[in-house]
């Protein structure tokens, strides 16, 4: 089996339900992985995506905020989510394939603007989530897997713009690329964007904030594809899709593709 799977905080998937429509209709990923959803499952716009073929669904929701789906042309069986640091936020999902690869859909928490934990509790929140997912992964180690999402860190230095300007900064600090990488190396879990591309800037998000995003250009790849290593050997074909940044209104994030012969 071969498929096509991508990933995107889309941040809203009503309000941007017209660029998802494009990108499914554009690229035609096999299965699409969302974050930031920001709808109770029972109102995402479903007809749209299964007019495309996507006719399988297995998402949690809230009601304005968080929220993470995965829709898909093939069947999926839901096999759980976990609220990791008990937030009681939708941060995560779990569906499996009908080839047993199962495939986990992560929104971790941004972490607010200071990095320190004893002044942002939001900062904490990130750091238990990780080390939560860390112990998890300790206990059960995955297998024949793959883990997606928005993890709202860039772990390399050439993840992000500029690295020591960075450091400080919410998302390159280097206690959060430290439990980061201790999840990724509990689960055994490679890197495919990295796999396929091991050198060079790469980006998956730009804020809203710089007048022309483009131009400027200060990303952070903060969104990611991994794969137990026991598969990994068989993703390939990773890529961004940058230009996405440039629909009209757009999610500040791109999607991250790769693919799978598996």
């Known amino acids: 089996m071969t498929f096509k799977l991508a990933t995107?905080?889309?941040n809203s998937?009503?309000?941007?339900?017209?660029?998802?429509?494009?990108?499914?209709?554009?690229?035609?990923?096999?299965?699409?992985?969302?974050?930031?959803?920001?709808?109770?499952?029972?109102?995402?716009?479903?007809?749209?995506?299964?007019?495309?073929?996507?006719?399988?669904i297995v998402a949690r929701g809230q009601k304005g905020y968080?929220?993470?789906?995965?829709?898909?042309?093939?069947?999926?069986?839901?096999?759980?989510?976990?609220?990791?640091?008990?937030?009681g936020h939708a941060r995560h999902v779990a569906a499996q394939l009908e080839n047993g690869v199962t495939i986990h859909n992560f929104y971790v928490p941004a972490g607010g603007d200071k990095p320190d934990r004893d002044i942002n509790e939001k900062f904490g929140q990130k750091l238990d989530y990780l080390t939560e997912m860390r112990?998890?992964?300790?206990?059960?180690?995955?297998?024949?897997?793959?883990?997606?999402?928005?993890?709202?860190?860039?772990?390399?230095?050439?993840d992000v713009w500029n690295h020591k300007s960075?450091?400080?900064?919410?998302?390159?600090?280097?206690?959060?690329?430290?439990?980061?990488?201790?999840?990724?190396?509990?689960?055994?879990?490679v890197d495919i964007t990295r796999q396929d591309i091991p050198q060079g800037q790469l980006y998956s998000w730009w804020s809203y904030r710089a007048r022309d995003w483009d131009a400027a250009d200060k990303g952070r790849r903060l969104d990611?594809?991994?794969?137990?290593?026991?598969?990994?050997?068989?993703?390939?074909?990773?890529?961004?899709?940058?230009?996405?940044?440039?629909?009209?209104?757009?999610?500040?994030?791109?999607?991250?593709f790769a693919t799978f012969d598996l």
């Open 224 to 256: 990611h594809i991994w794969a137990t290593d026991d598969i990994s050997n068989s993703g390939h074909s990773s890529h961004i899709l940058r230009d996405a940044r440039g629909w009209e209104k757009p999610s500040d994030h791109a999607p991250v």
């Open 13 to 56: 998937v009503r309000l941007r339900e017209p660029i998802v429509l494009k990108l499914l209709a554009q690229e035609s990923p096999d299965i699409l992985c969302l974050q930031e959803c920001k709808s109770p499952v029972e109102k995402i716009p479903l007809d749209g995506f299964r007019s495309l073929g996507y006719q399988h």
């Open 135 to 158: 112990d998890a992964f300790h206990v059960d180690k995955p297998e024949k897997s793959i883990l997606v999402g928005d993890l709202n860190i860039a772990p390399r230095e050439d």
């Open 66 to 87: 968080n929220g993470v789906a995965i829709l898909s042309k093939l069947p999926l069986k839901d096999v759980g989510g976990v609220d990791y640091a008990a937030l």
């Open 8 to 10: 995107w905080n889309i």
């Open 166 to 189: 960075l450091l400080k900064i919410v998302s390159h600090t280097p206690v959060e690329v430290d439990h980061l990488g201790a999840a990724q190396d509990a689960g055994g879990w």
